[in-house]
């Protein structure tokens, strides 16, 4: 016949603790890894986000100044339509 394993009450508590602190740290894992930035009302990943934190990085002053993502020096950039009202309205957001 089995032995029954008993717990003392610290033992039950301590593993109830272990439990609860596992689940909110598997909890905030999940959020963290789909947590998307948003910046400009853009979300990341998209094609006016990349305008948008391309002009704040490179601390553009001008509209004229988004048209050097079009350089081939810059060829990751997709400089569409959206990209360009993306770095367009950063310059908006910038201005007093």
Do not use: R
């Not at 089995?2 to 740290?25: M, P, R």
């Not at 990085?57 to 400089?79: L, Q």
Request: with cysteine; aromatic share 20%.
């Amino acid at each position: 016949m089995a032995e029954k394993i008993l717990f003392s009450k610290f033992t039950k508590y301590f593993l109830v603790i272990i439990l609860l602190f596992s689940a909110i740290f598997i909890i905030f894992c999940q959020w963290y890894i789909t947590h998307k930035n948003i910046a400009g009302g853009y979300i990341e990943g998209s094609e006016g986000y990349s305008g948008y934190t391309f002009a704040e990085y490179n601390n553009f002053t001008s509209k004229d100044e988004c048209e050097y993502a079009k350089d081939p020096a810059f060829a990751e950039f997709k400089t569409g339509q959206e990209f360009m009202e993306g770095c367009h309205k950063y310059l908006k957001d910038k201005s007093p």
